[in-house]
């Protein structure tokens, strides 16, 4: 929850190659209090059912910049897996991104929802409301 000295972040992501929200992802937020200054990882969390995150940790006075990790690789194996038990050797390229780091600029009592459009070969991501 964002105040007037601090903002705050939501996610949630849409797995395009299925129609579907991508459960169990695994996402990290860190932040910097301006440019030249060191990240510092906040914690992190998963995305449930509903591809959401609803749990990240609040922001501390005076971020001036957030970066989300997501953990996309881990994700698009157990997909891989899940296919091949149905049928083998459907696809073995597995994710062309391991991983997607989004950075972006935050000002205190604004709140910032950011959704990642995912599929292995490609993604996008946009300010939401």
Not at 75 to 89: L, V
């Amino acid at each position: 929850m964002s105040t007037d000295t601090t903002a705050s972040v939501s996610t949630h992501i849409l797995d395009t190659s299925i129609g579907r929200p991508a459960e169990g992802v695994a996402i990290r937020l860190a932040a910097r209090s301006g440019f030249d200054a060191q990240w510092v990882t906040l914690g992190g969390s998963a995305t449930d059912a509903d591809g959401r995150c609803k749990d990240l940790p609040a922001l501390p006075e005076g971020t001036t910049h957030v970066r989300l990790d997501f953990e996309t690789e881990a994700y698009f194996s157990k997909k891989q897996a899940e296919a091949q038990q149905d049928a083998p050797r459907v696809r073995d390229s597995g994710a062309f991104f391991p991983e997607v780091a989004i950075t972006f600029a935050v000002k205190p009592g604004e709140h910032y929802h950011v959704p990642l459009l995912l599929n292995p070969f490609g993604y996008s991501v946009y300010r939401g409301s």
